[in-house]
């Protein structure tokens, strides 16, 4: 086969993968992202109201946001303190899941709490901890992990409740000793529900992260949902809104869908 055969024969494989993909998950997501804006942008253009502006006023305002570099600023900070509440809540619910998965006893004690916990409202936190540690980072962030742990906990203890007893007395015939068991026959058969954890408490903690700082925050991205509706600025708000919104399905994609993919090849 000559040269020219094959730069042909590719071209007409790469033609194919891109034709199909276009006809697929693709182009379905493209139509509907577009059947979206241009609704949207009907119903603004009927209303013609300042509190339901359309997809150009809000991209006016979204640009002009990241001109000034308050988009950065804000989006910024209120990652932080996702970051900061999410691995802290992830770690401490993790171990607390296998902990009451694999004990019994400790498990039928805690069970109680942690329905407690499950119920609480998140406001209710958020308010007693500004109250009782003042409207600092600290009680800021905190009021995020203990609504985030019982989440995580529950999740994993049903991952360690179902371990297989057979993997674990092989750990123990041939003395894998506990931080081994743990890395090599625990953390696996528990990485799809740590990572179900993961993807349920991204989306539960920024959305808390935003009432925390809307509450008692002088910065972030709920501040500034704040100052927009005090202002009426229902452009600023959507603008925000949907910035947040890009960051945290950008690290969905480019983050957690890998590591769980990672985590989850010595099933294939």
């Known amino acids: 086969m000559t040269l020219d055969n094959q730069t042909i024969k590719i071209g007409r494989i790469g033609r194919g993968v891109i034709g199909s993909v276009l006809s697929g998950r693709l182009a379905w997501t ?18 013609q109201s300042r509190l339901f ?7 006016a305002k979204f640009v002009s946001e990241a001109a000034s570099g308050e988009l950065a600023h804000h989006v910024g900070i209120t990652l932080a303190r996702v970051a900061a ?27 109680t709490w942690l329905i407690f916990f499950l119920n609480l ?52 015939i041939y ?17 799809p529900f740590i990572a179900a954890a993961a ?5 539960l903690v920024w959305k808390i992260v935003l009432v925390v700082e809307l509450l008692g925050r002088p910065n972030g991205v709920g501040r500034q949902l704040y100052d927009g509706f005090q202002l009426f600025d229902v452009s600023m708000i959507l603008a925000y809104a949907i910035a947040f919104i890009l960051v ?7 983050v957690l869908q890998p590591i769980e993919a990672r985590v989850n090849r010595w099933r294939r």
């Open 30 to 47: 493209i139509v509907s992202f577009l059947s979206l804006l241009a609704l949207w942008a009907l119903v603004a253009a009927i209303l």
């Open 53 to 59: 502006p359309g997809p150009l006023d809000v991209g």
């Open 85 to 111: 509440a999410f691995f802290v809540a992830m770690f401490i619910g993790t171990a607390f899941g296998i902990a009451l998965g694999v004990a019994k006893g400790a498990d039928q004690f805690f069970d």
């Open 121 to 172: 409202p998140a406001l209710v936190t958020i308010i007693l901890c500004y109250v009782w540690f003042g409207l600092t980072e600290t009680a800021a962030v905190l009021a995020v992990i203990i609504n985030k742990i019982p989440n995580v906990t529950v999740t994993v203890r049903e991952g360690a409740r179902s371990l297989s007893r057979d993997l674990t007395e092989m750990a123990q």
């Open 175 to 191: 003395q894998f000793g506990t931080l081994k068991t743990l890395r090599h026959v625990t953390l696996p058969q528990l990485a």
């Open 199 to 203: 993807r349920g408490g991204l989306s």
């Open 248 to 254: 945290v399905q950008f690290i969905e994609i480019a």
